[in-house]
T-cell receptor
Framework: AQSVTQLGSHVSVSEGALVLLRCNYSSSVPPYLFWYVQYPNQGLQLLLKYTSAATLVKGINGFEAEFKKSETSFHLTKPSAHMSDAAEYFCAVSGGSTLGRLYFGRGTQLTVWP | EPEVTQTPSHQVTQMGQEVILRCVPISNHLYFYWYRQILGQKVEFLVSFYNNEISEKSEIFDDQFSVERPDGSNFTLKIRSTKLEDSAMYFC??????????????FGPGTRLTVL
């Protein structure tokens, strides 16, 4: 079975500061890992995904994440936060099935201060 | 850019009533999904659907729930007799390829269901 833990339900940073959103996963099989972002009144939008190619994955809007098997982590980072990054971020895992069921973390609300 | 749409955006119903939540997946996608998020909790998988059949369902998806693709574009979730605990945001998603855990699922904006 798969599961995801997102540490910190709320993260606040100043504009221009580093963004670090933490995600740890549990999986009995090689995982596929995803980060989604949700802006107010919108659906979940894929930021990036890890599918067993490069361990450092680059996504949209300047975000990237690094798959670390030894730490069972897939933390999301962005070097310099922008006001428009304020949103809720969800980490998700799938794997071990051909049917694509996603297991989500609880989400992290990112606030960016001017 | 193609997107998944859902209607209505907000549905209020009385306990015991039937509700139907509607979704229009991206047109060339083959797999369809429903998820829900109870306020303050995780987004949870309900069901996946392919080739007019349920592919997988979670323990949440009991006999109260059903899904249907009534025509070539819509994908619906029916709750037969709603309970207070069904109050949640319901997300529809679709993916292009024939399953596989690496496929990107594209999500709609959600329907907020409130059961009174």
């Amino acid at each position: 079975a798969q599961s995801v833990t997102q540490l910190g339900s709320h993260v606040s940073v100043s504009e221009g500061a580093l963004v670090l959103l933490r995600c740890n996963y549990s999986s009995s099989v090689p995982p596929y890992l995803f980060w989604y972002v949700q802006y107010p009144n919108q659906g979940l939008q894929l930021l990036l995904k890890y599918t067993s190619a490069a361990t450092l994955v680059k996504g949209i809007n300047g975000f990237e994440a690094e798959f670390k098997k030894s730490e069972t982590s897939f933390h999301l980072t962005k070097p310099s936060a922008h006001m428009s990054d304020a949103a809720e971020y969800f980490c998700a895992v799938s794997g071990g099935s051909t049917l694509g069921r996603l297991y989500f973390g609880r989400g992290t609300q990112l606030t960016v201060w001017p | 850019e193609p997107e998944v749409t859902q209607t209505p955006s907000h549905q209020v119903t009385q306990m015991g009533q039937e509700v139907i939540l509607r979704c229009v997946p991206i047109s060339n996608h083959l797999y369809f999904y429903w998820y829900r998020q109870i306020l303050g909790q995780k987004v949870e998988f309900l069901v996946s659907f392919y080739n007019n059949e349920i592919s997988e369902k979670s323990e949440i998806f009991d006999d109260q729930f059903s899904v249907e693709r009534p025509d070539g574009s819509n994908f619906t979730l029916k709750i037969r007799s709603t309970k207070l605990e069904d109050s949640a945001m319901y997300f529809c998603a679709s993916s292009e390829n024939l399953g596989g855990g690496a496929d990107t699922q594209y999500f709609g904006p959600g329907t907020r269901l409130t059961v009174l």
